[in-house]
């Protein structure tokens, strides 16, 4: 009986000092980790592509995105300690799937292929950089996302849909920012 407390108590040290030494914290949901972010700026997403008007819909999408779930306050980027650049620099569309009709014309059968949907590809040059020394904290210089849009007969429904698969594009590429940028193992 005496051997018994001493091992119990031997077991109960090296337990303690285990649980206590492993490394893992628990933290607040919405902090970042690995890194100290006291306060970020997300200035208005910019684009040198040919595509435009679509800046400050995806600018939207990104603040939302960081505003709805991390406890880092938003501010100017002359009074933020981070700033987060986002360049679009490549807009491409290229078609996917195609209908086809044949109609007979003189005798001879002519098939017409039309594009029924396209896929929409964005590119981007992402940085989050600390404001007061300028120093790059991390960088993505190509990051892509894609979405899938129909296409019609009528413009404006095809410009809606497009702008749709964007948003799509916007909200998938600033979880992986907000991702990137938050959660820095």
């Not at 970020?40 to 939207?60: L, R």
Request: proline share 3%; charged share 25%.
């Amino acid at each position: 009986m005496n051997l018994k407390r001493p091992a119990f108590s031997l077991l109960l040290i090296l337990t303690l000092l285990f649980f206590s030494g492993c490394g893992y914290k628990f933290r607040a949901d919405g902090e970042p980790v690995g890194i100290e972010i006291k306060s970020i700026a997300i200035p208005m997403v910019e684009s040198t592509s040919s595509e435009k008007g679509f800046e400050a819909d995806f600018t939207a999408v990104l603040r939302n995105e960081f505003i709805s779930h991390a406890r880092v306050p938003l501010k100017d980027k002359d009074q933020a300690g981070m700033i987060l650049k986002v360049d679009i620099y490549k807009v491409t569309t290229q078609p996917l799937t195609y209908d086809t009709t044949q109609t007979v014309v003189s005798g001879r059968t002519v098939n017409h292929e039309t594009t029924s949907s396209r896929r929409l590809i964005l590119r981007l040059n992402i940085s989050l950089i600390e404001n007061s020394s300028g120093k790059t904290v991390w960088n993505d210089s190509s990051m892509t996302e894609e979405a899938r849009f129909a296409v019609t007969a009528d413009p404006l429904v095809n410009r809606k849909n497009q702008k749709d698969a964007l948003i799509k594009i916007a909200r998938l590429l600033s979880q992986r920012i907000y991702n990137r940028t938050m959660e820095r193992f």
